[in-house]
């Protein structure tokens, strides 16, 4: 019963995020400067990465519901094999009574008065009674103890079955969800893309207006000497201050290269070796900058947050559930302290990156995390709204 409510909560969320999918596209108000349209551009990249958070946990949400249906209809063929065999069962004593009752009437039936005339002794005669209407009544009783777990187990397969009917709906509205969601991303990214052509529109005229200016105030100028030495000091002082900082961001990068190598993983206090662990994130580095892409786990082409790190973790042999929480409800719980580079990092139904849906990602170590987001397969600070860290194995 506690699961029909919890799948009927689910199929109302399903309604309630339809309706909200059903709004129309955006469209842009009247913006007179370059400043304002950068305003409307920027609520509206917002507004297609709030929109790529919700298609990502949506399609988390249908990984699970498809991985509870295979387990539901697992239960249901387990059970129907009970079914049959209790009905064999039951076909085995029910011909083995009939058997009895066949041989006892070819034989003559047997009766009170042959019991008697067949007894030497009173003795003899109460053993023949008692052993007669033990046997019946043990062939009765197992028939219908047979009967009974029969009954109950086909009591269990309806029960499932209406279960399976039930996960079977959701995954109908989960799925409908989603292309929705994918049909208001899709018109949000065709606005952004208006949007930021306007921008540049409006820039390169602000520029040219802007040059305008400049060439007429550089004609008033040119009288003056004095002045446009002034000026041509200036820039050569600008100059040398641009060479200055560029070596020194040069000089910085050089010394900060080393920062976007992984972490290099020595020892482990639990799960995957320490070899296992180096494999699952020199795997994982291999696929930065692959695009996010719902439900696929396609290495160099696209993956989603728990398809990448069932791939990485394929590669060091170990094999999990295409689903965040699947994943999450086979790992050990861990502290932060615990974490070891290649344990696994859990947003569980929070507003953390999945927006009210579950996320995954792997840990690198020094604070960092790998994952698959909605701006595709990046490395970066480990960030609020963790609901557990876990350990696989």
């Not at 991985?67 to 539901?72: C, G, R, S």
């Not at 000497?225 to 040069?250: L, N, V, W, Y």
């Not at 990485?312 to 932060?336: D, E, F, K, R, W």
């Not at 792997?362 to 701006?375: C, E, Q, S, V």
Request: hydrophobic share 40%.
């Amino acid at each position: 019963m506690l699961q029909r409510h919890h799948i009927g909560r689910r199929l109302a969320s399903c309604a309630l995020a339809a309706a909200l999918v059903a709004q129309g596209a955006p469209t842009a108000a009247l913006a007179v400067t370059s400043a304002e349209l950068q305003s409307q551009l920027d609520a509206a990249q917002e507004e297609l990465d709030s929109l790529g958070h919700q298609v990502q946990a949506a399609g988390e949400d249908l990984h699970e519901t498809q991985y509870q249906l295979e387990v539901t209809g697992e239960q249901i063929e387990e059970t129907k094999g009970l079914i049959e065999q209790r009905q064999a069962e039951l076909d085995e004593a029910q011909e083995i009574l009939s058997r009895r009752v066949a041989s006892n009437y070819k034989a003559g039936k047997t009766s009170l008065a042959s019991i008697l005339l067949a007894s030497s002794s009173f003795n003899e005669l109460v053993a023949n009674v008692y052993y007669a209407n033990k046997v019946y009544q043990q062939d009765a009783e197992a028939i219908d103890s047979v009967k009974e777990a029969r009954t109950a187990l086909e009591e269990e397969q309806t029960a499932l079955e209406e279960k399976q009917a039930e996960q079977e709906e959701l995954l109908e509205q989960q799925e409908a969800q989603i292309e929705q969601l994918k049909e208001r991303e899709a018109a949000q990214a065709e606005y952004v893309d208006n949007l930021d052509a306007e921008v540049a529109a409006k820039l390169e005229e602000e520029r040219q207006a802007e040059l305008e200016r400049q060439r007429k105030e550089a004609e008033e100028a040119a009288a003056r000497a004095a002045a446009e030495a002034e000026a041509a000091a200036k820039r050569e002082a600008e100059e040398a201050a641009a060479r200055a900082a560029a070596e020194a961001q040069a000089q910085e990068s050089a010394e900060g290269s080393q920062a976007d190598t992984p972490t290099e993983v020595t020892s482990s206090t639990g799960g995957p070796s320490a070899s296992q662990r180096n494999t699952i994130i020199s795997a994982a580095y291999t696929q930065v900058g692959v695009p996010y892409s719902f439900g696929s786990c396609s290495p160099g082409s696209g993956f989603d947050c728990s398809g990448f790190v069932m791939w990485c973790y394929a590669q060091a042999g170990i094999s999990l559930p295409h689903s965040s929480a699947a994943q999450c409800g086979i790992s050990t719980s861990v502290s932060y302290s615990q974490l070891q580079p290649g344990d696994l990092v859990f947003w569980m139904g929070t507003g953390g990156a999945s927006t009210g849906g579950n996320h995954v990602a792997i840990y690198l170590g020094n604070g960092m995390i790998i994952h698959a987001n909605y701006n595709g397969v990046e490395a970066v600070s480990l960030y609020s709204g963790v609901t557990s860290y876990g350990v696989i194995g």
